[in-house]
Nanobody
């Protein structure tokens, strides 16, 4: 079991920046990767970025060059630095942790944090 608590959302003008945090607790040693997803009103939840335990990072094309995912292993915390924000980035952002236990994967989710970008 892993518990995820997000923070850092808010209201920002277009072109501004926000940093989201996701603190993990519980069976953190079983985490294979952590990532961020987002869900805009009336739309499906979409993947945004992932960071693996190896340090490898991947991003959806629409945020490349603007968002940076990073982690602090000592704090079991993952961050999403979001720069040059656009109105289309407005969504609820969810932290995800993927655990690998006995060869099987399982996803855990945070409660979500609202990000609103005004034009």
């Amino acid at each position: 079991q892993v518990q995820l608590v997000e923070s850092g959302g808010g209201l920002v003008q277009a072109g501004g920046s926000l940093r989201l945090s996701c603190a993990a607790s519980g069976s953190t040693s079983s985490i294979n990767a952590m990532g961020w997803y987002r869900q805009a009103p009336g739309k499906q939840r979409d993947w945004v970025a992932t960071i693996y335990t190896t340090g490898t990072t991947t991003y959806v094309n629409s945020v490349k060059g603007r968002f940076t995912i990073s982690r602090d292993n000592a704090k079991n915390t993952v961050y999403l630095q979001m720069n040059s924000l656009k109105p289309e980035d407005t969504a609820v952002y969810y932290c995800n942790a993927r655990l690998i236990i006995s060869g099987s994967s399982r996803d855990y989710w945070g409660q979500g944090t609202q990000v609103t970008v005004s034009s």
